[in-house]
């Protein structure tokens, strides 16, 4: 059995202030929530008020990205003992707003990977096809691409932390999602990939989210897909009822 992660991704949203709010109302809903792993990835400057609303609580709070170097002259960058001086043991890794904008590749993504697993960090690291590939069929084999780049180079005991999210780029902030079935068909390329990579058995216990406008409204079709094992959340985690709705699908 895998455990679920239901991973809040707020992108570029909320002051220090709103994240307070949204804690104080989040928390009641979700108090007595033990079948899934809840984690809130922030933007950067909120990360001490999340941590400090959060503490004690039954959620986690991670970042939205990591450079692969301890320290240097990488102005706008943060590193992994900037984070775990925090107290942050989760990251987003490779999101396709980074792919899109801000010139992440399959190479950085890897190295990214590899510090943040080398530094005992959670890492939810996304893959996803953008809609030509979709349309010209090629899903699968960007799948394996950006899987196969990824996990260059790092061994299964490495990797034990590794989470991966499947998020159709067409999905993502556009209220189009994936059906349960077009997701689980993605997750069993991924899950293939990782076994090619890692073994069988890191793959079997390997967890895949969905990301791509989950809701309230479709998150438990969607996580009663066997090969489903959670969901990343854009939108509908910036609202702590429809958070907590799509953690207690
Ligand atoms: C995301 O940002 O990872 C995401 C899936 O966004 P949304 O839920 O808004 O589509």
């Not at 922030?42 to 450079?67: I, R, T």
């Not at 899903?139 to 790092?154: G, K």
Request: glycine share 8%; charged share 25%; aromatic share 8%.
């Amino acid at each position: 059995m895998r455990t679920k992660v239901i991973a809040a991704n707020w992108k570029m949203y909320k002051t220090p202030d709103q994240t307070r709010d949204f804690f104080r109302d989040f928390l009641p809903l979700v108090s007595d929530h033990t079948r899934d792993e809840i984690v809130v990835c922030p933007p950067f400057l909120d990360l001490p008020a999340a941590l400090e609303s959060a503490k004690g609580s039954n959620v986690a709070v991670g970042a939205q990205n990591v450079h692969w170097k301890e320290e240097g002259a990488f102005t706008g960058e943060t590193s992994v003992v900037q984070l775990v001086a925090l107290g942050i043991h989760h990251v987003i890794i490779g999101h396709s707003e980074r792919r899109q904008y801000f010139g992440e590749t399959d190479d950085t993504v890897n190295l990214r990977l590899k510090t943040a697993l080398e530094a005992g960090f959670t890492p939810i690291c996304c893959v996803g096809e953008v809609l030509e590939e979709r349309e010209a069929g090629a899903t699968d084999d960007v799948l394996r691409r950006q899987c196969t780049r990824a996990f260059h180079s790092i061994s299964a005991k490495k990797a034990a932390k590794l989470v991966v999210a499947y998020e159709p780029v067409w999905a993502i902030g556009t209220g189009k999602t994936a059906t349960p079935e077009i997701a689980a068909e993605a997750h069993a390329v991924i899950r293939h990939e990782a076994s090619r990579i890692f073994g069988e058995e890191f793959a079997s216990n390997l967890r895949i989210l969905y990301g791509g406008s989950v809701k309230p409204e479709n998150a438990s079709a969607l996580m009663g897909q066997e090969e489903i094992d959670g969901a990343l959340v854009g939108g509908a985690s910036l609202d702590a009822k429809s958070f907590a709705a799509i953690v207690k699908y």
